[in-house]
Structure formats: C-alpha cells, structure tokens
C-alpha cells in the first residue's frame, strides 16, 4: 500500500507565503507524474501545478509567477512554494502522484488527505 500525506497548510495574510510538502510512503519503485490541486468551498476541484520526474512542469494561469513547484525523487517528495498569496487561494490543497510499487504494481491517481490554506486578514 503507497500513501500520499500533506503538510504545511495554515493560515497566512494576503501577499504572504506559504510552502506546501507531500512525502509517499509504502514500498516505492517510482514516482512519475506528480501535482497539486485545490477545492475551494463550492467548487470543483481544480489543478494547480504539475511535475514530471524528469522535472517537466505545468502551472495554472491563475498561480502562474507566485506558485512553485518542485520535487525530491531520492525523497519521494513534492513541494509547492507559494507567494503572494491571494484570498482567492483559499482552499483545501491535495497532492496526487501516479506511483510504481517496489513489487511493480502501478497505484494511479494517489491523493493526500488535503492541507486548508486559508487567506485573510
């Protein structure tokens, strides 16, 4: 069994900063894509940003400039740097990875349990 755990969610001001960690655990082989997306209170859940384990990423518009994404392959890590933080980001942010156990099976579309970044004065 792969698990997939956030952390580092919290309540921060606008313009502030915020970073963001998601660590696999279980048996892994290897981790390809990952990424975090969000849910904001009534809505769908959307993406924010992506990596390949190559290093490839994908950004929102909406985070593009203030969001940074990045990965650990050693530590089976991805992390989400994020700046000048608006309201609007406000939301439960979930990281997700397609994971390859160390016994070869291949888990698609593991999610966290979620992380709550607030944004308010």
């Known amino acids: 069994q792969v698990q997939l755990v956030e952390s580092g969610g919290g309540l921060v001001q606008p313009g502030g900063s915020l970073s963001l960690s998601c660590a696999a655990s279980g048996s892994i082989f290897r981790i390809d894509s990952q990424g975090w997306y969000r849910q904001a209170p009534g809505k769908q859940r959307e993406l924010v940003a992506t990596i390949t384990n190559s290093g490839l990423t994908v950004y929102a518009d909406s985070v593009k400039g203030r969001f940074t994404i990045s990965r650990d392959n050693a530590k089976n890590t991805v992390s989400l740097q994020m700046n000048n933080l608006k309201p609007e980001d406000t939301a439960v942010y979930y990281c997700?990875?397609?994971?390859?156990?160390?016994?070869?099976?291949?888990?698609?579309?593991?999610w966290g349990q979620g992380t709550l970044v607030t944004v308010s004065s």
């Open positions: 997700n990875g397609d994971i390859i156990s160390s016994r070869g099976r291949r888990y698609l579309e593991v």
